[in-house]
């Protein structure tokens, strides 16, 4: 089973608040960038540019991109929580969350290793789950829907998995500080690999969708 984790909140521009009512959204939303930064700057700069920006392009990549960062260690993704403020925070309610923990969890039978470090997963996604899970629970959300499954029924998602320290391990001598500081946070990029719906849209759509590999703590600073 590999386990990853994210600490992520409320009100970061992902906005994981919105979690419950169409699950979890990356910077490439509204960015205006192009739809497949991919293809425009290759998978070696849109990944190490997640990672660590030296100039102002660089940032805008970063500013914009299409993955979302995971680590394989709960206590790392609680730091991010934390904050560069060294914040401290206790388990809430929902309710009163000014931070989340998202934890994926994915049967190793599930991954298919297409590449050093890269790997495929497929899931269904479940947007039932507000009325079965009160973690999930949303008025807004009891009226959305996955708007692949509705008109795809038994559609299976997709996600692409990157595990940047094994992905960047040949090319070390040409990204020190990103291969650096993905090891030191344990970095995993998921990239929601779901084709666009509008018959004019181009790349992916942006989101993860609710479904049951993952789930939801709630954090409350108290300084
Ligand atoms: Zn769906």
């Known amino acids: 089973m590999l386990k990853l984790y994210r600490g992520v909140k409320k009100g970061n521009q992902t906005m994981p608040e919105k979690y419950c009512e169409d699950g979890l959204w990356t910077k490439q939303v509204g960015s205006g960038d192009d739809p497949e930064p991919h293809k425009k700057y290759g998978w070696m700069r849109t990944i190490s540019n997640h990672i660590h920006f030296r100039n ?15 680590s394989l260690s709960r206590s790392i993704a609680l730091n991010f ?13 929902r309710e009163s969350a000014d931070a989340f ?9 599930g ?3 297409i590449g050093d470090g890269v790997y495929t997963f497929q899931y269904t ?3 039932g789950r507000g009325s079965t899970d009160p973690d999930f629970y949303s008025f ?7 708007n692949i499954c509705e008109n795809f029924p038994g559609y299976r998602h997709k996600l692409l998995l990157i595990d940047v320290e094994e992905f960047l ?3 070390q001598d040409d990204f020190p500080e990103e291969y650096l500081k993905a090891s030191w946070d344990k ?14 849209g181009i790349g992916f759509q942006s989101k993860i969708a609710i479904a049951d590999f993952w789930a939801v703590e709630f954090y409350k600073y108290t300084s």
Request: charged fraction near 20%; proline fraction near 6%; glycine fraction near 4%.
């Open 56 to 70: 102002e392009q660089d940032k805008f990549i970063y500013n914009t991109t299409a993955f979302l960062s995971f």
């Open 81 to 93: 929580i934390a904050g560069t403020k060294n914040r401290s925070f206790d388990p809430s309610v």
């Open 101 to 109: 923990l998202f934890t994926c969890s994915f049967e190793d039978s």
């Open 111 to 113: 991954l298919q290793e």
């Open 125 to 127: 996604c479940n947007y």
């Open 140 to 146: 807004v959300g009891s009226f959305c829907r996955c």
């Open 169 to 171: 391990s040949g090319v």
């Open 187 to 200: 970095e995993w990029l998921l990239l929601p690999a779901d084709p666009m719906m509008d018959p004019s």
